[in-house]
């Protein structure tokens, strides 16, 4: 180690200093998914991610674009699915889900999109 003595304050030096700058934490917040059970036979679907369709003979079920994006459809009964514009796969007016079958939609440039399915179901 070198001792290091009288030194002499120097004059006309500039001191400069840095900063650390720390940027705001960025929060990724999860969807929240929404769980509605309905037993109506007309339905228009507001904010629910998954909604299960039951204990009616019949329901009516319109997508409504403006609040759902993607949405999954379990039907435990016959559901006639319709969308509030456009087609579904830019083809169909609606869709008839027998009992037991699945459906997800997903809600991209005008018209609603299968997304996925349990398969076809034979009639």
Aim: charged share 25%; with cysteine.
């Amino acid at each position: 180690m070198i001792k290091v003595e009288n030194i002499t304050p120097r004059k006309n030096v500039v001191k400069y200093t840095t900063q650390t700058i720390v940027e705001p934490k960025v929060i990724i917040e999860k969807p929240v998914e929404v769980h509605k059970i309905i037993s109506e036979p007309v339905y228009t679907t507001s904010d629910e991610t998954i909604l299960i369709v039951k204990g009616v003979d019949y329901s009516e079920v319109t997508l409504n674009s403006s609040i759902v994006k993607k949405i999954t459809v379990k039907s435990l009964t016959q559901t006639l699915i319709k969308s509030d514009t456009g087609a579904i796969d830019e083809e169909w007016d609606e869709l008839l889900l027998e009992k037991g079958a699945c459906v997800q939609f997903q809600f991209v440039e005008g018209n609603y999109y299968i997304i996925s399915s349990d398969g076809l179901k034979t009639s």
